[in-house]
């Protein structure tokens, strides 16, 4: 997995790390090391990019919130399904396009309620049923 430096929260990763020594890493276009790039992004760390990511989805990401199906309906039908997954107990999808850094919005039909979230793309359509699960019970 690639390092990165990033600021814990913030959507972007500032650059991608090139170790230039024994446990000594340097950022890839500016030959900064952390403590220089403080200077610039006060926070920053290094860190590998699974890290970002979660920090990522950590500070941006959404529970999942009940919608109509009428915004269900225009989202499959309007926006470009990444991935898409149905059986018996309802059907999911993932829009390509992200909406905050790399998060993207997801969309469920379970149990005749319609759903809506931001995470990251990389989440399975069973994850997203967990996570609607758990949305269900914390509002009980």
């Not at 890290?51 to 919130?65: S, V």
């Not at 390509?96 to 039909?109: H, K």
């Not at 759903?115 to 997203?128: D, M, Q, R």
Request: net charge negative; proline share 5%; hydrophobic share 45%.
């Amino acid at each position: 997995m690639q390092k990165v430096f990033f600021v814990p929260g913030q959507t972007a990763i500032i650059d991608y790390a090139r170790e230039i020594g024994p446990n000594m890493w340097a950022a890839r276009c500016s030959y900064l090391m952390l403590p220089e790039i403080r200077v610039r992004h006060p926070g920053a760390v290094l860190d590998d990019q699974a890290a970002f990511l979660q920090a990522q989805e950590a500070a941006n990401g959404t529970k999942p919130n009940r919608i109509t199906e009428a915004r269900f309906d225009f989202a499959v039908s309007h926006g470009q399904v990444l991935d898409y997954f149905a059986d018996d107990t309802g059907d999911s999808f993932i829009l390509q396009a992200p909406e905050v850094g790399d998060l993207v919005r997801v969309y469920a039909r379970c149990h005749g309620h319609f759903w809506s979230f931001l995470c990251l793309p990389i989440i399975t359509h069973s994850e997203i049923r967990s996570r609607i699960r758990e949305a269900v019970a914390t509002d009980h």
